[in-house]
């Protein structure tokens, strides 16, 4: 894929209700590092949600 199809896909209708649906959401889990930290996020809100 190239920038510019990317840039393309950005502008779908699916893409544009990503932000409102993100205010809905209770947790946010953002993928920055390693898997493993991602995991331990994932499973803290697991735990916060059982």
Known sequence: M???DFLDK???PTEN?????????KF???N????EDLY?????VM????
């Open 47 to 50: 735990e916060k949600t059982i």
């Open 28 to 30: 946010t889990v953002t």
């Open 10 to 12: 950005e502008k779908l």
């Open 2 to 4: 190239t920038y510019l």
């Open 17 to 25: 209700i990503i932000p409102e649906t993100m205010k809905l959401a």
């Open 32 to 35: 920055e590092n390693t898997k």
């Open 40 to 44: 331990a996020k994932i499973d803290q």
